[in-house]
């Protein structure tokens, strides 16, 4: 272009070079709201509650009257009968006999009613203990979540990604993405040099379905992040911003082609240049942009050498995506781990004619649970153009496990990574990394080996050291 470009009238999407100059989107002048009301937490769906119980014992017993609110006798009526001489003494003498009989008994009623009350009332009270106690507890396959936790600022079982990239020197930024109680879709931002977590974004002009899958990824040209999701008739929309920005725009990949929807219920994964999910049929369609002379273009997923190569997943699998490449150039090889239709996890290479360098030894040996949640994370590998894969999953215990690929001697484990709320998602992060403007390698450092999925219904964040898994930050949700 011989003038400047008009950077709000066009919105970057989905595309690896576009055709002309790089529309860069600025900065709205207006900030986007991020603040989050803090709500009380709300019971689960299934019916299993939030709250702590009272301790409150119901009604009082009836056998006992209250007046002002002191316990008292039920009424009695006279034990003297009026009456002259000997006679009535002797009537009253023995009507005085009754008297004390009957207060005995009486007393003796009153003192079994109160010793029943008392023991039913400290029965009681142990059993309200044991109550809160169970409540509380923290089995290791917990799906609780804790009642500290803002359901409305984080969804219980909300779908998640993670993507980010290197900053120039040193570090690295991320961004967590993730869906309110209130289907709005919330992100914060990391910064490695701080080492803290931003207050996070909340995108609540966009209509996302409850549960939406959420896949995000860099396009590193500008650069900026682009967000997917499903809205409420599950038809496919994007968003993306700036690094530096508050509110979303409208992705090109809705300008650009008819709207589609996605099959509802389907996993979906980016790394750019692929956003992958799953057709009614079990196999994978890739949304991509060709900048070579196609421009956009989706396909179902297939052999590079072989076209009659079609992965077959289980219905509504897990889907994860990496580079297999750690110079990730065209034609992008990249790979995507997902559950076969004999309930094992499995990995498929595609995109180039060097696909394969990395997962050349098949697949993990090792069954999981049908769909259960999928990620991956991906690293360079030392004096090879390879990568080193780790791919997690939750286990039917609820336990988050890992296999992992560091060398060229094929699979390992798996590895137990922690404790989860049963069907969480899981999300893996990956540096960005790309051929235009400038080739960037994938890095074989290893401070972004992290992974996120909820415990106790907050964010867990899990750090892969040299070789063990530890805790990291719980992420703040408001």
Not at 250 to 267: C, L, M, N, Q, W
Not at 373 to 391: F, H, K, Q
Request: aromatic share 10%; proline share 7%.
């Amino acid at each position: 272009m011989s003038s400047s470009p008009n950077h709000r009238d066009s919105q970057p999407g989905l595309e690896l070079a576009p055709s002309s100059d790089p529309e860069v989107v600025h900065r709205p002048s207006d900030p986007y709201p991020i603040a989050v009301p803090g709500q009380a937490p709300v019971p689960y769906a299934n019916g299993g509650s939030l709250y702590t119980v009272d301790g409150s014992h119901g009604s009082p017993p009836s056998t006992y009257a209250y007046a002002n609110g002191e316990k008292a006798l039920p009424p009695q009526s006279s034990v003297f009968e009026s009456g002259t001489g000997a006679a009535a003494g002797a009537a009253s003498r023995k009507k005085l006999w009754i008297m004390v009989g009957v207060l005995a008994a009486v007393a003796v009623i009153i003192g079994a009613v109160v010793g029943g009350v008392v023991g039913s009332k400290s029965s009681g009270s142990g059993a309200k203990a044991a109550e809160n106690s169970g409540s509380t507890s923290s089995p290791s396959n917990s799906s609780s979540t804790d009642a500290s936790v803002n359901t409305t600022a984080v969804r219980p079982l909300t779908r998640l990604s993670v993507t980010g990239r290197r900053l120039a020197g040193d570090g690295f930024t991320s961004r967590l993405f993730w869906q309110g109680g209130d289907n709005h879709i919330r992100t914060s931002k990391y910064t490695s040099t701080g080492g803290e977590w931003s207050t996070p974004l909340v995108f609540s002009g966009l209509d996302a379905k409850p549960g939406t899958p959420i896949p995000a990824t860099i396009y590193m040209l500008y650069p900026q992040f682009e967000v997917f999701y499903l809205d409420s008739k599950n038809t496919f929309r994007g968003v993306n911003f700036g690094e530096d920005e508050t509110a979303p725009k409208t992705d090109s990949i809705e300008t650009d082609r008819p709207a589609f929807t996605v099959d509802d219920g389907t996993k979906m994964s980016a790394y750019w240049p692929y956003i992958i999910y799953q057709n009614p049929n079990s196999t994978f369609r890739r949304q991509v942009y060709d900048s070579r002379g196609r421009g956009y273009f989706n396909d179902t997923m297939q052999g590079w050498f072989n076209p009659d190569v079609v992965p077959l997943g289980d219905n509504r699998t897990g889907i994860a995506v990496v580079p297999t490449v750690k110079e990730f150039k065209g034609p992008y090889a990249a790979g995507i781990a997902y559950r076969d239709q004999d309930g094992r996890l499995s990995v498929f290479s595609f995109g180039g004619d060097d696909t394969g360098i990395s997962w050349d030894t098949g697949s993990p040996n090792v069954s999981i649970p049908a769909q259960t949640s999928i990620a991956a994370l991906a690293v360079g590998r030392p004096n090879s153009n390879s990568t080193n894969t780790w791919i997690l999953y939750q286990d039917e215990a609820n336990k988050i496990q890992c296999v992992y690929q560091d060398d060229a001697n094929g699979w390992k484990g798996p590895q137990e990574v922690g404790d989860a709320d049963a069907g969480t998602d899981i999300a893996c992060l990956t540096e960005s990394v790309l051929d235009e403007p400038d080739q960037i390698l994938l890095s074989e450092q290893t401070d972004m080996r992290r992974c996120y999925y909820q415990y106790k219904g907050a964010i867990q964040e899990k750090r892969l050291t040299s070789s063990t898994w530890i805790d990291g930050d719980t992420i703040p949700m408001q």
